[in-house]
């Protein structure tokens, strides 16, 4: 079996190709599932929504300004759901931007482990974020998630599969307007 071009598959597909290398020719679908944590210590609002605005260090260019998601989180506040902040001390500064347009927002900022994001993600009614780890954990957990990708990320590569996931790329992040991440919000559609 040949395993076929990094940039032409997807990773799930790269990666079950090479488990049936093995001999597993059924793998089952991807989930965070043997993530579990106690989240109760955070009193998480009953409906809530999960911003997270980072990325790794030193990949600025994968970000979405925090003003505009300072707007977004208006906008779902404004649906009835608390906005939420992920991210590490890194986002320290994109949450105070993201709180000065929508004060309501949570700042989770520091106070979770990766462990924790799967539990979060399981009680949001949807996720918005730039394509990091975090977003990606809120995606295998089901959370409806809308990542944002910039020239450096390959949807075809790592975006999601399912239809719980999707992708809005502009190769400069700074014109992908407000306007156009409000009109593909996913939302989960039962509570």
Not at 126 to 149: E, I, R, V
Request: charged share 20%; hydrophobic share 35%.
């Amino acid at each position: 079996m040949n395993i076929q071009n990094l940039y032409v598959d997807h990773i799930l597909t790269i990666n079950r190709q090479q488990i049936a290398m093995l001999g597993i020719q059924q793998t089952p679908p991807a989930s965070l599932d043997w993530m579990r944590t106690d989240v109760s210590p955070l009193k998480l609002p009953k409906k809530y929504f999960i911003l997270v605005p980072g990325t790794s260090p030193g990949q600025d260019h994968k970000k979405w300004p925090a003003s505009h998601y300072g707007l977004i989180a208006q906008h779902v506040y404004e649906k009835g759901y608390t906005p939420i902040v992920l991210g590490t001390h890194h986002e320290e500064k994109d949450c105070q931007a993201i709180q000065q347009k929508c004060p309501q927002t949570i700042s989770l900022i520091g106070k979770t482990s990766l462990f924790d994001i799967p539990e979060i993600a399981r009680g949001a009614v949807g996720a918005l974020g730039n394509d990091t780890g975090p977003m990606h954990f809120c995606y295998f957990s089901g959370c409806p998630s809308l990542y944002l990708f910039s020239y450096s990320s390959a949807p075809d590569l790592c975006g999601p599969t399912e239809k719980h996931g999707a992708v809005l790329k502009e190769n400069n992040l700074n014109n992908l307007s407000v306007d156009t991440v409000k009109e593909n919000l996913k939302f989960r559609t039962k509570d």
